[in-house]
């Protein structure tokens, strides 16, 4: 009897470490890929070869912005690239947490880069 009143409780918590756990890498993995768009920016690249770096490290369904550097930048500049993909938990864990007042924003990872230009 104590088993059943338990287990639910603990296979909810176990799947939300699971959850957190796949929400970080792909965090860890977003913040990856804008780095590496990040240093394309700064050599010189195209807005698309950088979303094309972003999203061939993240996934397709990473929206990127860029602020790219040009042959006259100064040495001063920066380029800078934003990217932010939809995270889908497996469990319910976060719409749980959207009731107890947590923000949706558990549900979008951002990442931001910034490299300097060394045209």
């Known amino acids: 009897m104590e088993a059943a009143i338990v287990l ?19 965090q860890a993995l ?10 394309t920016a700064a050599l010189n690249g195209t807005s698309a070869t950088v979303t094309a770096k972003v999203q061939s490290v993240a996934g397709t369904d990473a929206a990127v912005t860029s602020t790219l550097c040009t042959g006259g930048s100064a040495v001063t500049a920066d380029a800078s690239v934003t990217a932010t993909q939809p995270f889908t938990a497996l469990t319910p864990v976060f719409v749980l947490m959207q009731y107890y007042g947590s923000t949706a924003s558990l549900t979008t990872l951002r990442a931001s880069g910034v490299m300097a230009c060394t045209g």
């Open 8 to 26: 639910p409780l603990i296979l909810l918590v176990l799947f939300g470490i699971i959850d957190f756990g796949r929400a970080l890498q792909q």
């Open 30 to 39: 977003l913040t990856a890929a804008v780095r590496e768009g990040a240093r």
